[in-house]
């Protein structure tokens, strides 16, 4: 028999305010039990479950999210995510239109904008 993954976790100070911030990210509801204050927040259908935790985030992340925006362009989608309230951490952008940009959510854990699909096939 083999395992599948149910969850991704992701601690966080402030649970809730964390997965309100991707909730909205990824356009995807929180599950309709969650409430503000809540410990264990799920966004539906992304699998992400967020953990209050009383220590603070201290070193770069092991794991992290690569996004592919489905109806706008990369830069477009990197504006549109820092404007929710993530900060740019390292732009890796060239000018050629290729690479991507790592960015942090309200807790600093990094993340990646990538080229849409689109993008991706137009050269």
Not at 8 to 21: H, Q
Not at 49 to 64: G, Y
């Amino acid at each position: 028999m083999t395992a599948r993954i149910r969850h991704v976790t992701i601690d966080s100070a402030d649970a809730y305010g964390l997965a309100a911030f991707w909730s909205q990210v990824l356009d995807l509801p929180l599950h309709e039990d969650d409430r503000p204050g809540d410990e264990y927040p799920l966004i539906e259908g992304a699998g992400l479950l967020f953990a209050t935790v009383p220590e603070p985030k201290t070193v770069k992340n092991r794991v992290h999210l690569d996004l592919e925006p489905q109806d706008r362009t990369r830069d477009e989608e990197v504006e549109r995510v820092l404007a929710l309230g993530a900060t740019l951490v390292d732009d890796r952008r060239k000018p050629d239109g290729t690479g991507w940009a790592v960015l942090a959510d309200p807790d600093g854990n990094e993340f990646c904008v990538e080229r849409s699909a689109a993008e991706r096939a137009s050269g």
